[in-house]
């Protein structure tokens, strides 16, 4: 995976509630696991934008319905930080669901995505709407 230059807070753990930001019939997902991601004994394995999760539809489409997809983080509530110095926070934590080969599933985004997003999955970038 490529490395982004901003320094994301890493603010979602297993649990969250992240909304579908993508047409692909899902609506919500809750993360089961952080992909890649492994801490050490006693401390939980946390995501921010850009990384893979793997995550559950808890509501949408029925052939989605209970089933483990691959998500990346689109969006956060937590503020993060960028290079240059300028904060970025957004009003909802989002994802949108990619295939094994980490192809988008929809074909566009709903709603604004990190540039991060698009310097990690390129193809994902090519489906958004507008990437702050």
């Known amino acids: 995976m490529k490395a982004i230059a901003s ?3 890493k603010s979602l753990g297993p ?3 992240l909304t579908c930001a993508d047409n692909s ?3 919500e997902f809750r993360v089961i696991h952080i992909i890649g991601k492994g801490g ?3 401390s939980r394995a946390e995501a921010g934008i850009a990384d893979l999760v793997s995550a559950s539809v808890i509501k949408g489409n029925a052939t989605y319905l209970k089933k483990p997809c691959r998500v990346v983080i689109i969006r956060q509530k937590a503020m ?3 290079a240059n110095g300028m904060r970025i926070k957004f009003e909802d934590n989002a994802g ?3 295939n094994e080969e980490n192809l988008p599933i929809g074909t566009e985004v709903k709603g604004a995505m990190a540039r ?3 310097e990690r999955f390129v193809k994902v970038g090519g489906i958004a ?3 702050v």
Do not use: T
Request: aromatic share 0%; hydrophobic share 55%; no cysteine.
């Open 40 to 42: 050490k004994h006693g």
């Open 80 to 82: 993060m930080r960028r």
């Open 96 to 98: 949108i669901m990619l």
């Open 116 to 118: 991060e997003v698009v």
């Open 25 to 27: 019939g899902a609506l």
């Open 129 to 131: 709407s507008r990437v």
């Open 15 to 17: 649990g969250a509630v």
């Open 7 to 9: 320094n994301v807070i």
